[in-house]
């Protein structure tokens, strides 16, 4: 009798632990810009929707996976206010960034995908008191990595979404700078290497880092950051934030 009340106990304990478990994944889902989440909230059950920092909060489902999907505007300090909202309040368990972004890597063409080995801010720079270019003092870091098994259910996504587009596993270089001219492409390349650049992944990177959450970044190519890149992105910008959205969403659903 002893022993079977034990069994009993051990059984009320132990397997809601275990759904709770399955259950807790939360997913945060974040954009620059409107059409970068557009497709993702169309094919979401949204429940509820909070505005925190004039940034909307869209929670609710993707499949069988509770998501929260935001535009979090550009820049960097948008990106890092929106991580850190989606880590207090919705206590999301892993960040997902999709968007579009320029080529530094002349093998990429419009349309082929970056998902993120890591991320760098190509504008951080406080060498004259004795750091690396690039590091963010007192973590010891120029370069904050994804997730490995994120980086991985990423790129079997976009392969499967887009089977005839090129997929790399690569660095993305972030600053509040649109990169419009070669100069600027050349200095960033010169100091970081990289495969592609935009305004938000290495502060989402660092946020993910110093609050623990699991991240992983996915780029589709808008232009080459050139002197086409005005023309090429706002020409190829609505057609590759929606494949990229739907790697992401094809992602989730298989999570």
């Known amino acids: 009798m002893k022993k079977f009340f034990v069994l009993f106990l051990l059984a009320i304990i132990f397997v809601p632990i275990s759904a709770c478990a399955e259950s807790s994944i939360k997913l945060g889902i974040i954009g620059a810009m409107d059409v970068e989440v557009e497709t993702l909230k169309n094919a979401a059950e949204i429940s509820r929707k909070i505005t925190r920092a ?5 929670e609710g489902k993707l499949g069988n ?4 999907i935001v535009r979090c505007g550009m820049g960097k300090v948008n990106a890092g206010i929106c991580v850190q909202i989606l880590a207090d309040i919705f206590n999301v368990t892993h960040v997902i960034n999709t968007g579009v ?5 002349n093998a990429l063409n419009i349309g082929d995908i970056v998902v993120a080995v890591d991320a760098v801010q190509h504008d951080y720079d406080v060498t004259p008191i004795n750091f690396e270019k690039g590091e963010i003092p ?3 870091l120029v370069a904050f990595n994804t997730d490995e098994k994120l980086r991985e259910q990423a790129v079997n996504a976009a392969k499967k979404v887009a089977p005839g ?6 660095r ?9 001219t070669k100069e600027q492409k050349n200095k960033i390349i010169s100091s970081f290497g990289g495969d592609c650049c935009e305004m938000e992944s290495g502060a989402i990177a ?4 110093l609050n623990k959450i699991p991240f992983v970044i996915i780029r589709a190519v808008a232009d080459k950051a050139d002197k086409t890149e005005t023309v090429d992105f706002h020409k190829f910008e609505t057609q590759t934030a929606k494949l990229c959205a739907s790697i992401t969403e094809y992602m989730i659903k298989n999570f």
């Open 172 to 180: 993305i270089c972030t600053g509040d700078q649109f990169i419009a």
């Open 65 to 68: 996976v509770d998501v929260v």
């Open 138 to 140: 007192y973590t010891g």
């Open 165 to 170: 587009i090129q997929v790399i596993k690569g």
């Open 54 to 58: 004039e940034m909307e909060f869209c």
């Open 101 to 105: 972004a320029g080529s530094l890597n």
């Open 206 to 209: 660092q946020a993910c880092y």
